[in-house]
């Protein structure tokens, strides 16, 4: 598969609003604020920055610039209807950008839509609820095997039809049942979630809103805050997440831009996989073995001078990636994508996968 490098940045803005055209007394009718969070991502010509690695601070500054009149201002005065669809399309117009791939807007934290090349509108819930459970087939020993338990975080993506407002509201109504089943249970008591893997809750929720949600494209599982599944109905993606800590000078920069100084970020790396269920298993790659497979490249991360690395033309992410996945590729044969963030939302993907567009982050 081709390897694409997208580039990503991310900005927020605080303002107030009120949604004309909805039925009466709906919430949002009324006079009402968010701190909305952007995120975008790009596949930006090899020249569109000042120097390489400078790539996604200029994004940021873009992404900044254009919501800037967004910010503590009544969305009203911009946009008729300010819808969270609406407000994302206005932002990719002003954006002008080559190659923009995805918006991300969220209005709160468990709550957005998203907007992608083709302009396709899709909306998203996430959803959280605490339950127990064990895994019967793994080996002896293997922690997973003793009865535990997680706050689970469920995100349902769906495609918006003409009243995305709504659209996110029938995403609640449907899942309100499966809440109700889930919460405050042992996920192996119930039919269908006999062996509750990440991989097997994904598919079970699929096949339990489907029917009633034909819109319904992803389905995220996050088992803990740093490993999860996605699922749209053939194939499951899972990630596994490290966060390390990490010095660097960008050698290209020019000598007197202050990233060619020694300085220092605290990155968030998520490593994505694609594989086949494994029946017996009921997950596609142990979380865990992941996790071990990587620690060798991660102890020449973390805690490091990443510009000292022998391999990478430089210490911006996009060359790390591109360092990081032959060494990986041996190691972790199904992995299809690496997620490195130098600052929240801020740095690049490096994707070789079969989808077009990217499943969800």
Not at 258 to 285: C, E, F, K, N, Q
């Amino acid at each position: 598969m081709n390897e694409r490098i997208y580039t990503s940045a991310a900005a927020s803005f605080e303002a107030a609003r009120h949604i004309p055209g909805l039925p009466e007394g709906h919430r949002a009718g009324r006079l009402h604020g968010h701190g909305f969070q952007v995120r975008v991502r790009a596949l930006l010509p090899p020249d569109w920055a000042p120097f390489p690695g400078a790539e996604s601070d200029a994004l940021s500054e873009r992404l900044r610039a254009v919501a800037a009149p967004l910010d503590y201002a009544l969305l009203n005065e911009h946009l008729p209807v300010p819808t969270d669809a609406e407000l994302a399309h206005w932002l990719w117009a002003r954006l002008e950008l080559p190659g923009l791939e995805r918006i991300s807007l969220g209005s709160a934290p468990g709550q957005g839509v998203t907007l992608d090349a083709h302009h396709r509108v899709g909306c998203w819930r996430r959803f959280r609820f605490e339950a127990a459970h064990q895994l019967p087939n793994v080996p002896a020993g293997h922690p997973c095997g003793r009865m535990h338990g997680h706050g689970f975080e469920v995100i349902l993506h769906a495609g918006a039809g003409a009243e995305p407002e709504l659209d996110g509201e029938r995403l609640e109504s449907a899942w309100a049942p499966l809440q109700a089943e889930l919460h405050h249970a042992c996920l192996n008591t119930l039919p269908g979630l006999e062996n509750p893997t990440s991989e097997r809750l994904a598919a079970w929720i699929w096949q339990r809103l489907h029917g009633t949600l034909p819109t319904l494209s992803w389905v995220t599982v996050y088992e803990t805050a740093s490993a999860g599944c996605h699922y749209q109905g053939t194939q499951y993606r899972i990630w596994k997440e490290r966060l390390f800590d990490s010095a660097l000078s960008l050698r290209r920069a020019p000598a007197d831009d202050s990233r060619h100084r020694l300085h220092g970020h605290s990155y968030r790396i998520r490593l994505h996989l694609r594989a086949p269920l494994d029946a017996v298993m009921g997950w596609t790659v142990d979380y865990g073995e992941v996790k071990a497979r990587f620690e060798p490249v991660y102890r020449e991360l973390d805690h490091q001078r990443l510009d000292a690395l022998a391999g990478p033309d430089d210490a911006d992410p996009a060359s790390l990636l591109r360092w990081m996945r032959p060494v990986l590729a041996g190691r972790l044969p199904a992995l299809e994508r690496i997620d490195l963030e130098q600052t929240p939302g801020c740095g690049a993907v490096l994707y070789w996968g079969a989808a077009d567009p990217l499943p969800p982050d």
